[in-house]
């Protein structure tokens, strides 16, 4: 399992796929190549689903499945208030 860090955008909002334990389902458009990230979030799922709207920046750390999914095992978003 090879770790790595990327950054980028939310594109879709966050869909709850299993309830218990919670798993959550976004894409993400990466800041680097522009491409479409399929990404789980598992570990702090509710923290996630209270923070993430629909375009917020996003740095998350984590590793693909078999299914070339990216498994989100850390996360920030950056929530700036506007003045």
């Given at each position: 399992?090879?770790?790595?860090?990327?950054?980028?955008?939310?594109?879709?909002?966050?869909?709850?796929?299993?309830?218990?334990?919670?798993?959550?389902?976004v894409?993400?458009?990466?800041?680097?190549?522009?491409?479409l990230?399929?990404?789980?979030?598992?570990?702090?799922?509710?923290?996630?689903?209270?923070?993430?709207?629909?375009?917020?920046?996003?740095?998350?750390?984590?590793?693909?499945?078999?299914?070339?999914?990216?498994?989100?095992?850390?996360?920030?978003?950056?929530?700036?208030l506007?003045?």
């Amino acid at each position: 399992m090879k770790q790595q860090a990327l950054t980028g955008s939310i594109i879709s909002d966050p869909k709850v796929l299993k309830m218990a334990p919670i798993l959550l389902f976004v894409k993400i458009a990466d800041a680097r190549s522009g491409q479409l990230i399929n990404c789980l979030v598992h570990k702090h799922g509710l923290n996630f689903l209270y923070q993430a709207t629909l375009g917020s920046q996003i740095a998350v750390y984590g590793h693909y499945n078999q299914r070339k999914q990216f498994v989100i095992d850390k996360f920030m978003i950056n929530t700036q208030l506007s003045a």
